[in-house]
């Protein structure tokens, strides 16, 4: 009789896990003047403060005067084909309070929304890999440019993007310390055995009482499909070849660092709804460094350019180089629409240069009936 427990014994047993590196050990980088404390994944170099410049950037210049300030309304027939078209957009409302409801009384309002833009560029620097295929190793045949030194090719302002460069000479070969330069791992899904307990007889040899197992053809276990019975893998992080060519990448990120004041108004309508639409642009100021707005009618916006300039200005210069800012002011059309249906009054808002609806308090929000 087929003795199981023999054929058992023919396999080694099943590991629970391996011990493998999570990580580069420290001495697998070199020392590269000018880029001391720099780790794996940028834990060490950090954004980089960018050096003083040769000569004094220029002054900001005030911004022009812009004496005329409109503010535009809309007509009724817009603000009742914006309701029309809003309340259309909810499949289960009723759409009798937007086309017969009459509108009693139309108020605008002045809101104006101060943006300020800082465009900036930062630079970081962290030890990187790559599998070895002959690319040029360069480590130590010459000192390595600062990380500032190196020439990059900038987007148009405002544009946000993020570059990733090799620091020249500081590439070097390195065994890969995953597979410990044996270019395979160990299979985690049969533990290195090659193969597994059988799924069809859970390692028996058998099934149904004495019938040998057809899967596994008795053995009770059967090769790993993971690794075709090798017992182990190609390695991920070399991808067989042993080797890494290890460097310190450079990120270069250029971000747009924007920030809006909105202007307090009184109409009821919540400042938030205002984030998604545009207004009428009033004021358009671009320098180097822009010069807080001044001689606007409304005290609030010359406060808030005051404010926000003096902070971008200094925030943003402590760990970037500022290329250019940008300051904007829109008015915000908000028009609240009062009108009657059935008897009762209602409102609701028309704003932005989308003609943005809300209309929190419509009458009729559902047009289902309950049989």
């Known amino acids: ?15 629970s896990n391996f011990a493998a590196p999570s990580a580069p050990p420290a001495g697998m980088f070199d020392n590269v003047p000018g880029y001391e404390g720099t780790t794996m994944g940028g834990g060490g170099g950090g954004y980089l403060p960018p050096p003083a410049p040769i000569c004094p950037p220029p002054a900001p ?23 029309r078209l809003f309340a259309s957009g ?16 139309m108020d605008a309002f002045n809101t104006y929304r101060y943006r300020l833009e800082t465009f900036t560029e930062s630079r970081s620097t962290e030890w990187d890999h790559e599998q070895y295929d002959g690319q040029p190793v ?28 090799k620091v020249p000479y500081t590439s070097s070969v390195k065994d890969c310390h995953d597979c410990l330069g044996q270019g395979r791992k160990p ?20 099934r149904s009482g004495d019938d040998q197992c ?7 276990r059967e090769n790993c499909s993971d690794c075709h019975g090798h017992g182990s893998k190609e390695c991920e992080t070399c991808h067989g070849k042993r080797q890494l060519l290890v460097y310190i990448k450079l990120s270069v990120k250029w971000t747009n660092n924007k920030e809006d004041f909105v202007v307090e108004q009184s109409s009821g309508l919540k400042i938030e709804n205002l984030a998604s639409v545009s207004g009428k642009e009033l004021f358009k100021d671009t320098q180097y460094l822009v010069y807080p707005v001044m001689g606007f009618p409304d005290p609030a916006v010359g406060q808030a350019a005051e ?19 940008r300051q904007t002011i829109e008015l915000i059309p908000i028009t ?28 009729a929000t559902c047009c289902c009936t309950v049989m």
């Open 90 to 105: 909810h499949c289960c409302w009723s759409k009798a309070p937007a086309q017969d409801g009459v509108i009693t009384a």
């Open 1 to 15: 009789m087929y003795n199981n427990s023999e054929a058992h014994a023919m396999y080694p047993p099943l590991a």
């Open 214 to 220: 057809n899967h596994c053809s008795g053995r009770g």
């Open 61 to 83: 210049e005030p911004a022009p005067t812009q004496p005329e300030w409109n503010i535009p309304s809309i007509s009724e027939d817009t603000a009742r084909e914006a309701f």
């Open 336 to 363: 609240k629409v009062t009108y009657k249906w059935k008897g009762d009054k209602h409102t609701y808002f028309v704003y932005g240069n989308e003609f943005e609806v809300n209309a929190d308090e419509y009458p």
């Open 187 to 206: 299979c985690t899904e049969c533990a290195g055995a090659g193969n597994k307990v059988c799924w069809s007889c859970s390692g028996a040899g058998v």
């Open 138 to 165: 360069d480590a130590y045949t010459q000192p390595a440019p600062g990380p500032w030194d190196i020439p990059v090719q900038s987007p148009s302002h405002f544009e946000e993007r993020t570059e990733h460069i």
């Open 307 to 325: 404010r926000l300039v003096r902070d971008h200005q200094d925030r943003h210069s402590r760990s970037s180089r500022i290329l250019q800012q």
